[in-house]
């Protein structure tokens, strides 16, 4: 059974750097067929992708965030994790890492997502 | 960017009757080369993740119960649930994965009328 936990600071302040891991446990981030993503849901809105990781470090980021986000993955630690640079209130939001099933496919296994709120 | 659009944004239905719900694209998400629609549609209940119904617009993930049904081609999508239960109470999510970015619909509200 593929599981996958967000962990990080649930506090950050305004113009720091969020970090977020997502540790997976029942399957390999080695593993070359997924991709490995992280998902976005401010209270009550909507849900906007930030980016993915693949096992070879390469990445692709949303365009409207790509000036601020780094996404990473330690296959040893079999983790990937997330920094978001120069955060505003804009950014609370609770954060999922998700398994995207493919290059172009949809995320199949989702963590429980972890709230980030950003205030001083 | 491609722009997921759907309706409504909430709708209340009977137990037992039909939901449907619609999604648009601002550009096809039907590759031609494999004539896949780049499709797929979420569930999601109060403090839950989103969970994975239908992908490719018409393929029923594994466990999910057959009164969910997808549809459509290119542009426009619909999700069904041909049979309204108390446990399908949630918000529904279309998303585009044909390009290099992926994008969400902005949900639809699912409640019991």
């Known amino acids: 059974q593929v599981q996958l936990q967000e962990s990080g600071p649930g506090l950050v302040k305004p113009s720091e750097t969020l970090s977020l891991t997502c540790a997976v446990s029942?399957?390999?981030?080695?593993?070359?067929?997924?991709?490995w993503s992280w998902i976005r849901q401010p209270p009550g809105k909507g849900l906007e992708w930030i980016g993915y990781?693949?096992?070879?470090?390469?990445?692709n980021y949303n365009p409207s965030l790509k000036s601020r986000v780094t996404i990473s993955v330690d296959t040893s630690k079999n983790q990937f994790s997330l920094e978001l640079r120069s955060v505003t209130a804009a950014d609370t939001a609770l954060y999922y890492c998700?398994?995207?099933?493919?290059?172009?496919?949809?995320?199949?296994?989702w963590g429980q997502g972890a709230l980030v709120t950003v205030s001083s | 960017d491609i722009v997921m659009t759907q309706s409504p944004d909430s709708l209340a239905v009977s137990l037992g009757e039909r939901a449907t719900i619609n999604c648009k694209s601002s550009q096809s998400v039907l590759y031609s080369s494999n004539n896949q629609n780049y499709l797929a549609w979420y569930q999601q209940k109060p403090g839950q993740p989103p969970k994975l119904l239908i992908y490719?617009?018409?393929t029923r993930e594994s466990g999910v119960p057959d009164r969910f049904s997808g549809s459509g081609s290119g542009t426009d999508f619909t999700l069904t649930i041909s049979s309204l239960q108390a446990e399908d109470v949630a918000v529904y999510y279309c998303q585009e994965y044909y390009g290099n970015t992926r994008t969400f619909g902005q949900g639809t509200k699912v409640e019991i009328k």
């Open positions: 998700a398994r995207e099933m493919g290059r172009t496919a949809p995320f199949d296994y």
């Open positions: 990781v693949y096992f070879t470090g390469g990445t």
């Open positions: 490719w617009a018409s």
């Open positions: 029942g399957d390999s981030v080695r593993s070359g067929r997924y991709f």
